[in-house]
């Protein structure tokens, strides 16, 4: 009903930068708020940033000041800017989305994932 297309991660070196991105599509009357999780091996899945429908936003201590979530209202897409990227930032990262069907059901869903490894 709901799909997430997430941009490809990669390999970046300590201190690099990279961009992730995630597109909304299918019956979504609208959506509360989308944002990126991460899970490294051994470990759970932890909250990286979120931005909500007006915008508010929300960060993990790690990525503050680093990382910039933003969200394209018109195309249902949500960017993650992450700048000095540091080894432990290595993870697969989910993209989520709170969604609300043209049903009026509400609703999360989740992207298949995608790794970003930090290492020279």
């Known amino acids: 009903q709901v799909q997430l297309v997430e941009s490809e991660g990669g390999l970046v070196q300590p201190g690099g930068s990279l961009r992730l991105s995630c597109a909304a599509s299918?019956?979504?009357?609208?959506?509360?708020?989308m944002g990126w999780y991460r899970q490294a091996p051994g470990k759970e899945r932890e909250l990286v940033a979120f931005i909500s429908s007006v915008g508010l936003t929300n960060y993990a201590d790690s990525g503050k000041g680093r990382f910039t979530i933003s969200f394209d209202n018109a195309k249902n897409t949500v960017y993650l800017q992450m700048n000095s990227l540091e080894p432990e930032a290595t993870a697969v990262y989910y993209c989520?989305?709170?969604?609300?069907?043209?049903?009026?059901?509400?609703?999360?869903?989740w992207g298949q994932g995608t790794q970003v490894t930090v290492s020279s």
């Open positions: 989520r989305a709170d969604v609300r069907s043209r049903t009026g059901t509400f609703f999360n869903s």
């Open positions: 299918g019956s979504i009357y609208s959506i509360n708020g």
